[in-house]
C-alpha cells in the first residue's frame, strides 16, 4: 500500500499478549483505513515497537479476514464448510444452544472459554461476567502466568518489581529465560541504553536466540536446570563474600540453615545438572556478586517446566542475597500485574455474581472435552462450548486430544474471531470479530507501570462486533441482568476508572497514560517485601500459592520433576515463541510468514551426524503424546541433546496437520498448575 505522507495520526494501545502493551500512534488514512504503525513518546515505549506491528494493516485489512457470520455446513472436521447466516439468526442457534445445553444437563456443561487475543480489559474479561451471570463451568488461566505468578509471589509476596525504566541505570542485566528481541522488543531499547554506558547483558536461555547474540556472556544450559544454576551462583556468592548480610538479616528469612544448604551446592554440582562448565558458573556468579545495580528481568520461558515455580524462586533468591533491591536500576521484574489490583472490576467482570461453580484447567481442554472425569472434577461433560480471544486447537497442550474433544458431534461449538483458524474450522457457528482499531478498551501492562484509555480509529470491517457486542446480545437473549450488559464499552471503561480513583476515560484518552508506578522505595521492597512477615523468603511456603506443594523442594534447588530424555525419547524439546508471530496471531499475515519461512527443528550438528540426518531433512519428532514431520536445520546455538522449534505455527502448516502441541503434555506444573511447554523429551528419525 503507498501511504501518502503526514497522514493524521490517532493515539492507540497495542492489545497483543504482550509485556510491552506499547503505546501507539496509527496513521489514519480513511474511515476504513490505517497506514504505518509507530511507537508513542511514553517513558517506557519510547517510540519503538515491533516490526509485526507496525506493518498492522496487513493485518487488519487481510483479505481473509472474517467479515460475517458463518454456519457449518459439513460434518465436523478439520476443513470446516460454512455458509454465511446473519447475525440475528446466528446469535438465536447460540443462544437456543446454550438454553438446551443448560436445560438438559445444568449450566456447568457450558463453558465459554477465552484466553488473551487482545489484553483490553473489557474485551478480554467481559466474558466473565456472562460465565458469572449464568452460573457456567469457570477457567483456570494456566496457559501463561501460572507457574511463573507461583514462582515469583512464593518469595517476593506480589506481582511487582523493580521499575523496568531504570534498566537504563544498571551496571549489569541479566535476562533470565525470555527473549525479549522476539517477545518484547522495547526492553531491547532500554538495554542498549545501559550497555552505551557501559553496563554488561547476561541471557540465560537453552538457545543461542537473538537476544542471547547480543549477550556478554550466554549462559545455554540445559532447559529445566536454572534452580541448579541459580542455587550454584548463591553457593559462590556467599562463599567469596558478596551476600548483604546486613540486607539479609533486615530483609529476609536467610539463617545458618540456609547457609548450610547452599554450602553443598557447588559449581560442579550444578555443572553436572545444566550442562554448562563450572567456569562459566563462576564467572557469571562473580559479576553479579561484583554489581549491586544489577537487574534481572525475569522472562516466562524458564517457568515453562513441571518444576518451573521452583527454578523462578530461585532466580529471585539472587537480588535478596547481594541486597540488589536497595540500588537504582538493581534488583528484579517479572510482572507488574499487582500494580492494577485496585481496578475495580466489578462491572466488566460481574464479580457481584460470582458463584459456587467448577473451575476447569484452561490447558487440559483436550482432557475436559474428551470427558476425563478427573479433570470433569465429577461434574457433567461439556455440552456447549464459546470460544473468544484464543486458538486452543493449536495453543493448548496435547493438541490432538483437543482436537478429538472439538470432533464431537455432540459438542455444540461457537468461535468468535478475526480469522479462521484452526479452532474455528471446527465451530458449528463462527462470528466475526472487530480488532483493536475498531472498538473501545482498556489497558495495564506487565512489563511496565501506565494504564492506558484507546477509542475506535476505524470503522468495524464487514459485520465485525467486538466481543463486548455480542456478550451483551447473547445476554438480552438468555435474559442476563446485570449493567454491564447495559453499558458501551467507553462508558464501562469509565465506571470502572472512577470506580478505581484513576482519571476518567475522557481524561485518560486525551494524556495517553496514566503511571501508576510506586516510587523507588515502594517498587524495589524497601519498606517490606508483600509476604505475610514482611520478609523475603529464601524457604518458600508453596502452600501459599497452589494446592499441590507436598513434594517441592523448601530451599532453592534443582527439582528433578521434567520430562527427562531417557532411552526412548533422548533429545529435550524447546518449544520458543517465533519474532514474527504472537502466539498463532499474525501467522496469516504475509510478510510475518515470509521471513518465518516454514516449521523448522534446530539441531545441533553433532546430534544431525549421529542420526545420520542433513540439514533441512524432514524428520520425524515423537513424544510420549503425540507425533509430527517437520524439517531439520543444522544450528549450533544450542547443547547437543536439545532441539528447539520456533512456534506457533497453525497445525495446518504441518504435513500431516498436526502442530508442535501435539508434542507438549497436559500436565500441570507444581504447585498450582501452569502449561508444560518448554519440557517436553522427544526421540527425533529421519522421516
Ligand atoms: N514475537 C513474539 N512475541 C511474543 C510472543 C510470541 O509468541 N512471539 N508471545 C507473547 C506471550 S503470550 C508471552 S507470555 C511472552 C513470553 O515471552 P518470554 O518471557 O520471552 O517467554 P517464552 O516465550 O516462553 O520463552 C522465552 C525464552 O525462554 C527460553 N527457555 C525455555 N525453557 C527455558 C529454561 O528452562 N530455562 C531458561 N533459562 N530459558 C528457557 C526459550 O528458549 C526462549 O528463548 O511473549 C509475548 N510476546
Ligand atoms: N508450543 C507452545 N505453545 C504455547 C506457548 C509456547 O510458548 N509454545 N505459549 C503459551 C502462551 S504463553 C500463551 S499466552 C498461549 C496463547 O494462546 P492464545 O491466547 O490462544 O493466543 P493466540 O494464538 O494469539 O490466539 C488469540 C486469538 O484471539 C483472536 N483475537 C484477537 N483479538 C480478538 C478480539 O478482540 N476478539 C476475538 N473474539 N478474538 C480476538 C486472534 O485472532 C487469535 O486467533 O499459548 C500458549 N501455547
Ligand atoms: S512489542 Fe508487543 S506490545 Fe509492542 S507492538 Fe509488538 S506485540 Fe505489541
Ligand atoms: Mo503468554
Request: hydrophobic share 35%; aromatic share 8%; charged share 20%.
Given at each position: 500500500m503507498n501511504t501518502p505522507v503526514d497522514l493524521p495520526r490517532f493515539h492507540s494501545t497495542c492489545p497483543h499478549d504482550c509485556p510491552s502493551t506499547c503505546a501507539i500512534e496509527v496513521e489514519k488514512i480513511d474511515s476504513h483505513t490505517i497506514g504505518r504503525v509507530y511507537g508513542a513518546d511514553n517513558s517506557y515505549t519510547q517510540g519503538v515497537v515491533c516490526a509485526k506491528v507496525a506493518r498492522y494493516a496487513e493485518r487488519i485489512h487481510h483479505p481473509d479476514r472474517l467479515s460475517q457470520p458463518l454456519r457449518r455446513s459439513n460434518k465436523k472436521s478439520a476443513d470446516g464448510v460454512f455458509e454465511p447466516i446473519t447475525w440475528d439468526d446466528a446469535l438465536d442457534i447460540v443462544a437456543e444452544e446454550v438454553q438446551s445445553t443448560i436445560a438438559k444437563y445444568g449450566a456447568e456443561a457450558f463453558w465459554p472459554y477465552h484466553y488473551a487475543g487482545t489484553m483490553g480489559l473489557v474485551q478480554r474479561d467481559g466474558i466473565n461476567r456472562f460465565r458469572n451471570c449464568l452460573g457456567t463451568s469457570q477457567q483456570h488461566n494456566t496457559f501463561c502466568t501460572t507457574l511463573a505468578d507461583a514462582g515469583w509471589n512464593v518469595g517476593v509476596g506480589a506481582k511487582r518489581g523493580a521499575d523496568s525504566r531504570l534498566i537504563e541505570e544498571s551496571d549489569l542485566i541479566v535476562v533470565w529465560g525470555g527473549n525479549p528481541v522476539n517477545t518484547q522488543v522495547n526492553l531491547m531499547h532500554h538495554i542498549a541504553t545501559a550497555k552505551k554506558r557501559g553496563a554488561k547483558l547476561v541471557v540465560v536461555d537453552p538457545y543461542?536466540?537473538?537476544?542471547?547474540?547480543?549477550?556478554?556472556?550466554?549462559?545455554?544450559?540445559?532447559?529445566?536446570?536454572?534452580?541448579?544454576?541459580?542455587?550454584?551462583?548463591?553457593?559462590?556468592?556467599?562463599?567469596?563474600?558478596?551476600?548483604?548480610?546486613?540486607?539479609?538479616?533486615?530483609?529476609?528469612?536467610?539463617?545458618?540453615?540456609?547457609?548450610?544448604?547452599?554450602?553443598?551446592?557447588?559449581?560442579?554440582?550444578?555443572?553436572?545438572?545444566?550442562?554448562?562448565?563450572?567456569?562459566?558458573?563462576?564467572?557469571?556468579?562473580?559479576?553479579?556478586?561484583?554489581?549491586?545495580?544489577?537487574?534481572?528481568?525475569?522472562?516466562?520461558?524458564?517457568?515453562?517446566?513441571?518444576?518451573?515455580?521452583?527454578?523462578?524462586?530461585?532466580?529471585?533468591?539472587?537480588?535478596?542475597?547481594?541486597?540488589?533491591?536497595?540500588?537504582?536500576?538493581?534488583?528484579?521484574?517479572?510482572?507488574?500485574?499487582?500494580?492494577?489490583?485496585?481496578?475495580?472490576?466489578?462491572?466488566?467482570?460481574?464479580?457481584?455474581?460470582?458463584?459456587?461453580?467448577?473451575?476447569?484447567?484452561?490447558?487440559?481442554?483436550?482432557?475436559?472435552?474428551?470427558?476425563?472425569?478427573?479433570?470433569?472434577?465429577?461434574?457433567?461433560?461439556?455440552?456447549?462450548?464459546?470460544?473468544?480471544?484464543?486458538?486452543?486447537?493449536?495453543?493448548?497442550?496435547?493438541?490432538?486430544?483437543?482436537?478429538?474433544?472439538?470432533?464431537?458431534?455432540?459438542?455444540?461449538?461457537?468461535?468468535?474471531?478475526?480469522?479462521?483458524?484452526?479452532?474455528?474450522?471446527?465451530?458449528?457457528?463462527?462470528?466475526?470479530?472487530?480488532?483493536?482499531?475498531?472498538?473501545?478498551?482498556?489497558?495495564?501492562?506487565?512489563?511496565?507501570?501506565?494504564?492506558?484509555?484507546?477509542?475506535?480509529?476505524?470503522?468495524?470491517?464487514?459485520?465485525?462486533?467486538?466481543?463486548?457486542?455480542?456478550?451483551?446480545?447473547?445476554?438480552?437473549?438468555?435474559?442476563?441482568?446485570?449493567?454491564?450488559?447495559?453499558?458501551?464499552?467507553?462508558?464501562?471503561?469509565?465506571?470502572?476508572?472512577?470506580?478505581?480513583?484513576?482519571?476518567?476515560?475522557?481524561?485518560?484518552?486525551?494524556?495517553?497514560?496514566?503511571?501508576?508506578?510506586?516510587?523507588?522505595?515502594?517498587?524495589?521492597?524497601?519498606?517490606?517485601?508483600?509476604?505475610?512477615?514482611?520478609?523475603?523468603?529464601?524457604?518458600?511456603?508453596?502452600?501459599?500459592?497452589?494446592?499441590?506443594?507436598?513434594?517441592?523442594?523448601?530451599?532453592?534447588?534443582?527439582?528433578?520433576?521434567?520430562?527427562?530424555?531417557?532411552?526412548?525419547?533422548?533429545?529435550?524439546?524447546?518449544?520458543?515463541?517465533?519474532?514474527?508471530?504472537?502466539?498463532?496471531?499474525?501467522?496469516?499475515?504475509?510478510?510475518?510468514?515470509?521471513?518465518e519461512k516454514r516449521p523448522a527443528l534446530l539441531v545441533h550438528p553433532d546430534d544431525l551426524m549421529a542420526l545420520s540426518i542433513t540439514d533441512g531433512q524432514k524428520v520425524r519428532v515423537t513424544s510420549a503424546c503425540g507425533n509430527l514431520l517437520v524439517h531439520a536445520k543444522a544450528f549450533e546455538g544450542v547443547q547437543s541433546g536439545v532441539v528447539i522449534m520456533e512456534s506457533i505455527w497453525p497445525n495446518s502448516a504441518f504435513e500431516e496437520g498436526v502442530g508442535v502441541n501435539a508434542l507438549v503434555s497436559a500436565e500441570p506444573g507444581f504447585p498450582n498448575g501452569g502449561g508444560v511447554f518448554h519440557d517436553t523429551a522427544v526421540k527425533v528419525e529421519s522421516a
Amino acid at each position: 500500500m503507498n501511504t501518502p505522507v503526514d497522514l493524521p495520526r490517532f493515539h492507540s494501545t497495542c492489545p497483543h499478549d504482550c509485556p510491552s502493551t506499547c503505546a501507539i500512534e496509527v496513521e489514519k488514512i480513511d474511515s476504513h483505513t490505517i497506514g504505518r504503525v509507530y511507537g508513542a513518546d511514553n517513558s517506557y515505549t519510547q517510540g519503538v515497537v515491533c516490526a509485526k506491528v507496525a506493518r498492522y494493516a496487513e493485518r487488519i485489512h487481510h483479505p481473509d479476514r472474517l467479515s460475517q457470520p458463518l454456519r457449518r455446513s459439513n460434518k465436523k472436521s478439520a476443513d470446516g464448510v460454512f455458509e454465511p447466516i446473519t447475525w440475528d439468526d446466528a446469535l438465536d442457534i447460540v443462544a437456543e444452544e446454550v438454553q438446551s445445553t443448560i436445560a438438559k444437563y445444568g449450566a456447568e456443561a457450558f463453558w465459554p472459554y477465552h484466553y488473551a487475543g487482545t489484553m483490553g480489559l473489557v474485551q478480554r474479561d467481559g466474558i466473565n461476567r456472562f460465565r458469572n451471570c449464568l452460573g457456567t463451568s469457570q477457567q483456570h488461566n494456566t496457559f501463561c502466568t501460572t507457574l511463573a505468578d507461583a514462582g515469583w509471589n512464593v518469595g517476593v509476596g506480589a506481582k511487582r518489581g523493580a521499575d523496568s525504566r531504570l534498566i537504563e541505570e544498571s551496571d549489569l542485566i541479566v535476562v533470565w529465560g525470555g527473549n525479549p528481541v522476539n517477545t518484547q522488543v522495547n526492553l531491547m531499547h532500554h538495554i542498549a541504553t545501559a550497555k552505551k554506558r557501559g553496563a554488561k547483558l547476561v541471557v540465560v536461555d537453552p538457545y543461542k536466540t537473538g537476544t542471547a547474540k547480543q549477550a556478554d556472556q550466554h549462559l545455554m544450559l540445559r532447559p529445566g536446570t536454572d534452580g541448579a544454576l541459580a542455587t550454584a551462583v548463591m553457593h559462590l556468592l556467599v562463599k567469596e563474600g558478596y551476600a548483604d548480610r546486613d540486607y539479609l538479616s533486615k530483609y529476609t528469612d536467610f539463617t545458618a540453615v540456609t547457609e548450610k544448604h547452599l554450602s553443598e551446592k557447588t559449581p560442579q554440582w550444578a555443572a553436572d545438572i545444566t550442562g554448562l562448565s563450572v567456569q562459566e558458573i563462576i564467572t557469571f556468579a562473580r559479576l553479579y556478586g561484583e554489581n549491586k545495580k544489577s537487574f534481572i528481568r525475569v522472562g516466562y520461558g524458564f517457568s515453562r517446566s513441571r518444576n518451573g515455580a521452583v527454578n523462578v524462586h530461585a532466580v529471585t533468591c539472587l537480588p535478596a542475597l547481594t541486597g540488589a533491591w536497595k540500588e537504582r536500576g538493581g534488583g528484579a521484574l517479572y510482572s507488574n500485574g499487582a500494580l492494577y489490583s485496585n481496578i475495580d472490576k466489578t462491572l466488566i467482570e460481574g464479580l457481584d455474581r460470582v458463584s459456587d461453580v467448577r473451575v476447569l484447567d484452561q490447558s487440559r481442554i483436550g482432557d475436559i472435552l474428551t470427558g476425563n472425569p478427573m479433570d470433569l472434577l465429577d461434574g457433567p461433560p461439556i455440552k456447549a462450548l464459546f470460544v473468544q480471544n484464543t486458538n486452543p486447537a493449536v495453543v493448548a497442550p496435547e493438541s490432538n486430544k483437543v482436537i478429538k474433544g472439538l470432533l464431537r458431534e455432540d459438542l455444540f461449538v461457537c468461535v468468535h474471531e478475526q480469522f479462521m483458524t484452526d479452532t474455528a474450522k471446527f465451530a458449528d457457528i463462527v462470528l466475526p470479530a472487530t480488532m483493536f482499531l475498531e472498538h473501545d478498551d482498556l489497558y495495564v501492562a506487565g512489563g511496565h507501570t501506565h494504564v492506558q484509555m484507546t477509542k475506535k480509529i476505524v470503522e468495524p470491517f464487514g459485520q465485525c462486533r467486538s466481543n463486548h457486542q455480542v456478550l451483551c446480545e447473547l445476554a438480552a437473549r438468555l435474559d442476563l441482568e446485570h449493567p454491564g450488559f447495559n453499558m458501551t464499552e467507553w462508558d464501562l471503561c469509565d465506571h470502572t476508572l472512577k470506580a478505581s480513583g484513576l482519571h476518567d476515560a475522557e481524561t485518560l484518552y486525551k494524556e495517553h497514560w496514566q503511571d501508576v508506578a510506586r516510587d523507588f522505595e515502594g517498587s524495589n521492597f524497601l519498606n517490606g517485601f508483600d509476604t505475610p512477615d514482611k520478609k523475603f523468603h529464601f524457604s518458600p511456603d508453596w502452600s501459599r500459592v497452589g494446592p499441590n506443594y507436598q513434594s517441592m523442594p523448601t530451599m532453592p534447588d534443582h527439582w528433578e520433576v521434567t520430562d527427562e530424555s531417557s532411552g526412548s525419547y533422548p533429545y529435550r524439546l524447546v518449544a520458543a515463541p517465533a519474532r514474527q508471530f504472537l502466539n498463532t496471531t499474525f501467522t496469516e499475515t504475509p510478510t510475518s510468514v515470509k521471513r518465518e519461512k516454514r516449521p523448522a527443528l534446530l539441531v545441533h550438528p553433532d546430534d544431525l551426524m549421529a542420526l545420520s540426518i542433513t540439514d533441512g531433512q524432514k524428520v520425524r519428532v515423537t513424544s510420549a503424546c503425540g507425533n509430527l514431520l517437520v524439517h531439520a536445520k543444522a544450528f549450533e546455538g544450542v547443547q547437543s541433546g536439545v532441539v528447539i522449534m520456533e512456534s506457533i505455527w497453525p497445525n495446518s502448516a504441518f504435513e500431516e496437520g498436526v502442530g508442535v502441541n501435539a508434542l507438549v503434555s497436559a500436565e500441570p506444573g507444581f504447585p498450582n498448575g501452569g502449561g508444560v511447554f518448554h519440557d517436553t523429551a522427544v526421540k527425533v528419525e529421519s522421516a
